[in-house]
């Protein structure tokens, strides 16, 4: 999970995010009684400020067996607040594909205030605005997933350096 604590940021760590929220066709669930959830993974956007040196850029981090089966990194949203998400995006959107090109969700972009909801660090979608940053591919043309994987794959390699720097100087 992101870390977004104010000794690491400074004040206002959790405020005006810049985010990406990935809401994957699979990912919806109706109850018996026709309630919808949505389980969305919304991940810091790997060109906001707080993102350089994390290892991990989702707001949630499940780990237990049932996560693995069901939805790794998602919290529930309920369908308005996924259309505030939606229409806050505006044109900031992208397909998300699998590897033979069928569109699988969408990604979204947006900058909000973060907020705690059942253990679990969440978009406060009444304080959605727009964000500069985009989620469409780049200028090398990744898609915003694999930008999200090469920001944390190159915090996690300066972070094993370091680490091994410190073991190279103990010894």
Known sequence: MVDLRSRTHGPGATQGVNLVVMAYDDRVVSDQDGAVTYYLDARVHPADRRAPG???LALVSKTSAEAVTRFPNSARYSPLQLASIVETAAGNTAALTD???SVIGMAYGVRADLLI??????VNTKTLSTTELSVRADEDGMDIR????VSVMSAR???????????AQTV
């Open 99 to 101: 590897p033979t090109g």
């Open 54 to 56: 994390q290892t991990n």
């Open 117 to 122: 909801n059942d253990g679990e660090v969440v």
């Open 146 to 149: 694999a930008q999200i994987r």
């Open 157 to 167: 390699k300066a972070r094993e350096a370091v680490r091994a720097g410190a073991v």
